[in-house]
């Protein structure tokens, strides 16, 4: 079993800055991907951005160049720094962990924009 508790979530005014934490926990050698997804009300859950053991990452297109998602392994934490946020980033933010036996969430953190 892995984990998984997200912190860092709050209210910006458009064009600000956050930085969301996922910290694991559990059975983490066995994670081989982890990444942060989201949910705004109303809509299905979306990929935001992820990164592999070996570093690999991989960003939704609304993110690019905005979101950058990293990890410490010595503290088995991920990252995500999202800049100039836009008032559609608002949502429900998940963090995901994923293993050959499965998939583990977080229970997520909101992150609201709005001026």
């Known amino acids: 079993q892995v984990q998984l508790v997200e912190s860092g979530g709050g209210l910006v005014k458009p064009g600000g800055s956050l930085r969301l934490s996922c910290a694991a926990s559990?059975?983490?050698?066995?994670?081989?991907?982890m990444g942060w997804y989201r949910q705004a009300p109303g809509k299905q859950r979306e990929l935001v951005a992820t990164?592999?053991?070996?570093?690999?990452?991989n960003y939704a297109d609304s993110v690019k160049g905005r979101f950058t998602i990293s990890r410490d392994n010595a503290k088995n934490t991920v990252y995500l720094q999202m800049n100039s946020l836009k008032v559609e980033d608002t949502a429900a933010y998940y963090c995901?962990?994923?293993?050959?036996?499965?998939?583990?969430w977080g229970q997520g953190t909101q992150v609201t924009v709005s001026s």
């Open positions: 990164i592999t053991n070996g570093g690999v990452t």
């Open positions: 995901n962990a994923q293993r050959l036996a499965g998939s583990s």
């Open positions: 559990g059975t983490i050698f066995s994670i081989y991907r």
